[in-house]
Nanobody, 122 residues
Framework: QVQLVESGGGLVQAGSSLRLSCAAS????????MGWFRQAPGKEREFVAA????????IYVDSVKGRFTISRDNAKNTVYLQMNRLKPEDTAAYFC???????????????WGQGTQVTVSS
């Protein structure tokens, strides 16, 4: 089992920055690729970014490329999502997830956190 706890969400104005953190406990963190997903009210869960076990391979949804950066610190069992130039359409609950491969497919992630809310006002 892997337990994931997100933090860092909040209410910010458009153009601001936030850094989300996801702390993992349980099985060896660096065995897992990590992903960030988001879900806005009334919408399906959407892939945001993912990072490989060693932090080299990273993928992003097109809408966040150039604004968001995923990173990880295996010594701290934590994955981060740095979000810059936030837009109102980034408003959603953000979830981190752990899986065995870097993929935008949420069904291939085995463990999920409870989420942290990000609200961007215009």
């Amino acid at each position: 089992q892997v337990q994931l706890v997100e933090s860092g969400g909040g209410l910010v104005q458009a153009g601001s920055s936030l850094r989300l953190s996801c702390a993992a406990s349980g099985r060896t963190f660096n065995n897992y690729a990590m992903g960030w997903f988001r879900q806005a009210p009334g919408k399906e869960r959407e892939f945001v970014a993912a990072i490989g076990q060693n932090g080299i391979r990273r993928i992003y949804v097109d809408s966040v490329k150039g604004r968001f950066t995923i990173s990880r610190d295996n010594a701290k069992n934590t994955v981060y999502l740095q979000m810059n130039r936030l837009k109102p359409e980034d408003t959603a609950a953000y979830f981190c997830a752990a899986g065995l491969i870097v993929t935008p497919n949420p069904t291939l992630y085995n463990y999920w956190g409870q989420g942290t809310q990000v609200t961007v006002s215009s």
